[in-house]
């Protein structure tokens, strides 16, 4: 878990410096679009791309802390026991979606590497650009699945104790 854990820190930097950079772009072109000084002809095309990677990579951090997929409710009418395999059976589903979308993404993403597809402003890889997709969900699937079984597992530590 302590490797989890250094990443999920290394990616929370990361997600921070993106914003960082987006808000800077955005800011300085949005003054020097209203001053008629200068333009920032790439702003929107790169504030485009910083959000798609603090999404992708923000559901990660989402589901390190347990604040995606959560039915509050559930625990609270049903056993103990029903509640775990509910939590087993949305680990699941969540991986397999998951995966599901890693395929296609991956598929995507390379088909455009191969292509040499540019953005249009910035010129950059586009199935580079797009491989944040599943490489965000994939890691949302790995850290969403850690919470959960530690989760599972504070529990029946919790039942051994008493």
């Given at each position: 878990m302590k490797?989890?854990?250094?990443?999920?820190?290394?990616?929370?930097?990361?997600?921070?410096?993106?914003?960082?950079?987006?808000?800077?772009v955005i800011f300085l072109a949005t003054v020097g679009r209203y001053s008629g000084l200068f333009s920032i002809p790439w702003s929107e095309e790169f504030a485009r791309y910083c959000?798609?990677?603090?999404?992708?990579l923000?559901?990660?951090?989402?589901?390190?802390?347990?604040?995606?997929?959560?039915?509050?409710?559930?625990?609270?009418?049903f056993p103990k026991v029903i509640v775990?395999?509910?939590?087993?059976?949305?680990?699941?589903?969540?991986?397999?979606?998951?995966?599901?979308?890693?395929?296609?993404?991956?598929q995507i993403s390379s088909k455009m590497l191969n292509q040499g597809k540019l953005?249009?402003?910035l010129e950059w890889p586009l199935g580079a650009v797009y491989m944040v997709i599943p490489i965000?969900?994939?890691?949302?699937?790995?850290?969403?699945t850690?919470?959960?079984?530690?989760k599972i597992m504070e529990k029946d530590e919790k039942k051994e104790d008493k």
């Open positions: 490797v989890l854990d250094a990443f999920k820190k290394l990616m929370e930097w990361v997600v921070v410096i993106i914003m960082v950079a987006m808000v800077i959000m798609v990677c603090m999404v992708y923000g559901s990660m951090l989402a589901a390190a802390k347990g604040a995606h997929f959560v039915v509050e409710v559930a625990p609270m009418i775990k395999a509910i939590t087993v059976f949305d680990i699941v589903v969540v991986d397999l979606f998951s995966l599901f979308l890693l395929r296609q993404g991956w953005t249009p402003m965000g969900l994939v890691l949302m699937a790995i850290y969403y850690a919470y959960n079984v530690q």
